[in-house]
């Protein structure tokens, strides 16, 4: 990894300070760590370093100084937001009533020169990325620095829509938005007039500008953005950006669907691909959480799951360190299981699932069978069963009975009484894990087929399976960039996976 080169042009922005400013930040000497410089009309001028603010002067700001700045800074636009030509430098202004200016922010910009190492594999891939984290982190130093690696070294046509001049700084050139609130309109028109291969956006922080993502991500365009929020999960419950991870809606379920996935009949799901394939949650500077596939991400936690995400971070030597490893929508799945001292139920693929009840009721278990529409045989015998279902007492007044089927790695489900409501919840969630092993099947079943399409160029017809399967291998067959369709009628409803 090469060292890191930092341009902050910090001279030019001296410039537009007045003189004892300048002269107190230059006996401090520490211009590397320089965040801010602070000017509010009669109080001391201050500097912002990380973690700290120092005073610059004894003497309160004056109107004098206020006017300094101004008259040498670019345009106030209507977020009242100024730069200095050809610098990264952004100077945010207070207005009083009269629309006078009475406090000045001065943020430094600077262009930091292989930030970006870090994540500089998921840039290559060309797929669109989402950077998140708390303000001041360095989402925009890690935003300009993604854009000059896809401009210069990778050769492809990027457009910057930018309202606060940071990306690429101030001055007339082809970036800028003129009106800010205006900036989802801009984002449309750069697709339509400039036929970029990358749009890279800062700051996506309203429901329009998320709209305006989606429709550019169904046009093809690569994304690179940020946006407002320090993780995946803020985005998910927040009703203004959710349209960025897919969007989230209320289904109700049939009755028969919601006894196949036994749960109740509205659920959320989400509604749409993402906009954004990655999100890069900046945890630190040199520390970041990487979601490799949304869409995964988001399903999984409407399912109440969490899939961890792959952990990098710098090590002092400057190399790449993975922290920790991506985990997948299944094995948070089993990992949940695990969680809640529960095993997975393990039934042989295209076999119904064998039940011992032992103690339970019969004709109650058959009728919890019944509602459920779960397809199920009870045997006779503990060791033919793929779940043992018995009652607290029966389990506490002779454990010895369940041991060899515990040892066999059997699960047993221990319900409090002998109810048609305890049988039925037992079912509920033996349906459940069962459900996890199916997906499991279906989702190596898929990715089998893919790697025979991609090597042989011949489609492939899977398995019939249920609705929620056929859709997950879509999925699959998606993120491969490979064609795929449901064909046949129920109940041998299946995928084609092709070119």
Not at 136 to 149: Q, Y
Not at 296 to 303: S, W
Not at 381 to 402: E, N
Not at 466 to 472: C, E, K, M
Request: glycine share 6%.
């Amino acid at each position: 990894m090469r060292e890191l080169k930092i341009t902050d042009d910090l001279d030019l922005l001296f410039t537009a300070l007045p003189p004892r400013v300048v002269s107190s930040l230059r006996d401090i000497d520490r211009r590397e760590d320089l965040l801010e410089v602070v000017l509010d009309l009669g109080r001391e001028p201050e500097a912002r370093f990380p973690g700290e603010a120092v005073r610059l002067s004894e003497d309160p700001v004056g109107r004098e100084d206020i006017d300094y700045i101004v008259a040498r800074v670019g345009d106030f636009t209507d977020d009242n937001r100024a730069g200095i030509e050809r610098t990264l430098h952004r100077i945010s202004a207070i207005r009083n009533r009269q629309g006078r200016v009475v406090g000045l922010t001065c943020r430094i910009g600077r262009c930091v020169y292989g930030t970006v190492d870090i994540i500089r594999d998921v840039v290559d891939t060309g797929k669109s990325l989402l950077l998140l984290g708390r303000p001041g982190i360095g989402k925009t130093t890690k935003l300009r620095e993604v854009a000059r690696i896809l401009a210069d070294e990778l050769n492809k046509r990027v457009v910057i829509v930018d309202t606060s001049n940071e990306i690429a700084g101030d001055g007339d050139i082809p970036h800028q938005v003129q009106r800010p609130h205006l900036q989802h309109d801009v984002m449309i028109e750069a697709v339509e007039n400039h036929m970029p291969e990358v749009i890279v956006i800062d700051e996506i922080g309203t429901q329009a500008e998320a709209m305006a993502a989606r429709t550019i991500a169904e046009r093809g365009v690569q994304l690179i953005g940020t946006a407002h929020g320090n993780t995946l999960d803020n985005l998910i419950v927040n009703p203004t950006l959710a349209d960025l991870i897919g969007g989230i809606h209320a289904v109700t379920l049939s009755d028969e669907e919601a006894r196949r996935r036994g749960t109740q009949k509205t659920v959320l799901e989400r509604k749409a691909p993402p906009s954004f394939d990655v999100v890069i949650e900046i945890l630190e500077i040199n520390r970041l959480a990487i979601h490799h596939e949304v869409a995964e991400v988001v399903d999984a936690y409407l399912r109440g799951l969490v899939a961890s995400p792959e952990i990098r971070q710098l090590t002092p030597d400057g190399e790449v360190e993975v922290v920790a490893a991506r985990e997948s929508f299944a094995a948070a799945a089993r990992a949940h299981l695990l969680a809640e001292g529960r095993r997975e139920v393990s039934v042989p693929y295209g076999r119904e699932l064998h039940i011992f009840p032992y103690g339970i009721g019969r004709n109650k278990l058959e009728r919890a069978l019944h509602d459920l529409d779960l397809r199920a045989q009870i045997v006779k015998h503990a060791d033919q069963a793929d779940v043992i279902l018995t009652l607290k007492a029966h389990y506490r007044r002779d454990p010895g009975k369940f041991q060899d089927a515990v040892a066999a790695g059997i699960p047993v489900h221990v319900l409090r009484s002998n109810t048609y409501h305890q049988v039925l919840g037992a079912l509920r969630e033996v349906a459940t894990l069962s459900r996890t092993s199916a997906e499991d099947h279906a989702l190596r079943e898929a990715q089998t087929a893919i790697q025979h399409v991609l090597q042989t160029s011949e489609p492939v017809e899977l398995t019939p399976q249920s609705a929620y399967l056929r859709r997950l291998q879509h999925q699959v067959a998606n993120h491969s960039q490979l064609s795929s369709q449901s064909v046949g009628i129920e109940p041998t409803r299946r995928v084609r996976i092709s070119k």
